[in-house]
């Protein structure tokens, strides 16, 4: 992690084996004690409900589901995170969560606030097309000339307008406590779009008003995301500074949406370069919800 050591540091966005990471609870901690960190966050993709337009796979139209935590083993989930709570106590802050999807009339982020959870983060994956399909924006650079080619008309700006129109949509919903990727749609980005081109820059800006908006009313905070880094899927952060720019006002929290152990603190200077570079002098931890059931943040200078 470099210099990072010496500076309070946080993950809240993690993948276990519950999911689609690897390694387990108990894993996790270890290495996050091992590496310095006050306080971690446990956050599988959420289960999603069977339905015929959410399941499937990319090729057949449909999007592919396989990585959500299943229903069946939510109990247990969240039965180890809270026994990991004790058992780590006096060492580190561990915190219970889900990553939520946001699917215009299918999921959203808000119904998971009833199951006990420290905190949600809310995510857009997928998309709708233009023939009512759903599919993924983050799998794989094939899966992702597929969406743009085969179900979009090769229309690369339309698929961005749609995605950061599905995150404006969540934002102004709320019930969640962290804004995740907020960008995700560049991650198998190579030659469809360009993020300084104005058709991007406008729909990029519009979605930074809505959600400088939604922020005031629901209070949550925009990660600064470093999986890509850790992954070596996309070469900066989600989002990267000049999206960043946009956001003044916002708490910002650093993860590492880690899907492995070993990915914890990945990328973080990274990240603190881009806040910087923003124009931002702090980062901001999570210290639970108040009684008013928003999330309550603390700040910490970017030393």
């Known amino acids: 992690m470099g210099s990072t050591m010496g500076r309070r540091l946080t993950c809240l966005h993690t993948h276990t084996c519950y999911c689609d990471g690897s390694g387990t609870v108990e894993d996790f901690c270890a290495a996050a004690v091992g590496k310095g960190l006050s306080a971690i966050g446990f956050s599988a993709h959420a289960p999603l409900a069977t339905d015929p337009g959410v399941t499937g796979s990319a090729d057949s139209g449909s999007a592919n589901t396989g990585w959500h935590l299943p229903m069946e083993r939510f109990a247990a ?21 889900l990553e939520a999807d946001y699917i215009e009339g299918i999921a959203s ?10 905190y949600v983060i809310g995510a857009v994956h997928y998309i709708p097309t233009p023939k009512g399909a759903l599919l993924e924006v983050d799998g794989d650079a094939d899966s992702f000339r597929r969406l743009v080619h085969d179900h979009f008309a090769g229309d690369a700006a339309q698929v961005v307008r749609v995605y950061y129109r599905c995150v404006e949509k969540m934002a102004r919903e709320g019930g969640f406590d962290i804004l995740g990727h907020l960008d995700l749609v560049k991650k198998n980005n190579r030659d469809f779009f360009s993020l300084e081109s104005p058709a991007y820059q406008e729909t990029a800006a519009h979605a930074a008003a809505v959600i400088r908006d939604a922020q005031k009313e629901h209070g949550f905070a925009v990660e600064v995301n470093t999986g890509a880094l850790a992954r070596g899927t996309y070469p ?9 720019r946009l956001l003044p006002g916002i708490p910002f929290i650093i993860t590492t949406d880690a899907h492995c152990p070993e990915h914890l603190g990945a990328g973080y200077e990274r990240a603190i370069a881009n806040l910087r570079e923003a124009g931002y002098t702090e980062s901001a931890f999570f210290e639970g919800r108040g009684a008013d059931g928003k999330p309550e943040w603390s700040y910490a200078h970017l030393a």
């Open 77 to 97: 989930y969240r039965a180890e995170v809270k026994a990991a709570k004790e058992k780590w106590a006096g060492k580190i802050t561990v915190y219970l969560g």
């Open 109 to 118: 982020p808000a119904r998971w606030n009833k199951h006990g959870l420290d």
């Open 236 to 244: 900066d952060t989600y989002p990267e500074a000049a999206l960043l």
